[in-house]
């Protein structure tokens, strides 16, 4: 079990079984028919999934802009705070595009949900949402392409932190102990 800062870390989903859910998920996003399309990664906790998953639309044909909006609703802890902050904004004019919002973890869906409500005030024609990990669970928003469900355990690594540690891991995991 791989050690990391005095913690071992339990591998959940290894970095094989990513890139080729990451290969099958961009030609499900290709087949899906977006146009004009702005993809716009959910930072942080994304950066590592969507920097991949942006290189597998290229070997699937696409060819979008990309932009960044940094959320944040969980800050240093590991409990949802329930209010989503704009921390950094995308520069990007999405009136009449389509767009797709790339975030790594999909548990209550406030941070995606509020992404998503924000794109189309601002005229977006349509907003898809690609999640790698999706915790299932009742709530008002769901993703259209989904790389893993993910089960209710605290999860690190491939972009997601524990008080933004751990984010390195090319794998996603679990704190042991
Ligand atoms: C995490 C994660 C998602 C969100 C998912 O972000 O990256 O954006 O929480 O939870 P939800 O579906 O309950 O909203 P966090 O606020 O920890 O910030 P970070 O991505 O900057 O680490």
């Given at each position: 079990m791989p050690q990391v800062r005095d913690r071992r870390i339990g591998v959940?989903?290894?970095a094989e079984a990513i890139a080729a859910r990451n290969a099958a998920m961009a030609a499900e996003i290709a087949a899906a028919g977006y146009r004009d399309l702005l993809v716009v990664a959910v930072l942080k906790g994304s950066f590592i999934f969507a920097a991949d998953l942006l290189r597998a639309l290229h070997g699937a044909g696409i060819s979008p802009e990309v932009d960044f909006i940094s959320l944040s609703s969980y800050g240093a802890g590991t409990v949802s705070s329930g209010s989503v902050r704009v921390v950094r904004d995308i520069e990007s004019d999405v009136a009449g595009r389509d767009v797709l919002l790339i975030d790594d973890i999909l548990e209550t869906g406030r941070t995606i949900g509020f992404a998503r409500d924000?794109?189309?005030?601002r005229g977006a024609r349509k907003v898809g949402l690609a999640?790698?990990?999706?915790?299932?669970?009742?709530?008002?928003?769901?993703a259209d392409h989904i790389g893993f469900v993910c089960p209710d355990v605290f999860v690190v690594g491939y972009g997601m932190d524990a008080a933004h540690a751990f984010r390195e891991l090319p794998f996603v995991g679990v704190v042991e102990d």
């Open positions: 959940l989903f290894p924000l794109m189309l005030e999640v790698l990990l999706d915790k299932k669970r009742p709530r008002a928003v769901e």
